[in-house]
C-alpha cells in the first residue's frame, strides 16, 4: 500500500555510487486504496515479473530490493530468476496478531472495510501526511498478503543468490522472528542480517541516515568484488 516515493531515497543514494536503480509501481500502488483492493496477488506478481525480465534485457546484473511485501515478492523473484543478490527489508514471514489478521479479516471486512495505517514514526508521518502512501489499509487484501508470504516462504529453500535481510525489533506489523526465518531458510550460501532495535517498519525511507542504505551498498559491492575475484583467478588460471 506504498508507492515508489518509499524507494527513492536508496534509489537516489545508489545511483549517485553509479547504480542503475528501478523502482516499479505494482498495481493497485500509487492510486487509491480502492485500486488496491481490486487487485489480485497473481497480478501483482505477474507485473513484477514481467519488468524484471524487462529491466534484465537493459543492464549486465541484478540485485533485487523489496520492503515489506515487496519483499515477498523479491524472494520469489529470485527463486524464479537469475539474479546476483536480493535485498529483504522488513518482509513478513510472520505478522505479529497472526491468528486474528487471519481467522478475523473475512468477517471484518464487511464491517470496516478499511483499517487505518499506525503514524508511529516521523517517517510514516511525513508519508501518509503527503498522500505518498495510503493512509489506510484494505482488508480485503489481506489473502493477498497471506499469500504472497506463502509462496515466498515456499520459495526460500530454492534461493542461491546473496541475501541481505534487514528488519527492525520495533516494527508493529511484522514478527521480527521473520528476518531470523527468511536468513536461516534461505538456500544462499552468502548470508547477511541487519537488526535494529531504533527503526519502525519503515525502515526505507528518503531522508533515511547511513545505518540503513551503507550496509545496502557494502552488500553489494562485496557480492561484486567477490565475482570479480573469481574472474580474476580464472583469467589467471587461462
Known sequence: ????????????YLNDLGFTCYCIRLPGHGE??????????????????????EFKEKVDKVYLLGACVGGNIALKLAEKHKVHGVISVATPIFLRYAKIIKYLSPIVKYIKPFIKKRRDSYEAEYLIRHGLIYDVFPIRCVPNVLKLMS??????????APILVMQSTNDYIINPKSALYIYQESGSLIKKISIYDNKHHIILYYNNDDDVYKPIYDFIYENELKDYEKLKVNLDLT
Open 151 to 160: 509462496i515466498s516462504k515456499k520459495a526460500l529453500p530454492y534461493i542461491t
Open 1 to 12: 500500500s506504498a508507492s515508489p516515493y518509499q524507494m527513492r531515497g536508496i534509489a537516489k
Open 32 to 53: 487509491t486504496p480502492r485500486h488496491l483492493e481490486k487487485v489480485s496477488w497473481k497480478e501483482i506478481l505477474g507485473v513484477a515479473d514481467k519488468k524484471l525480465a
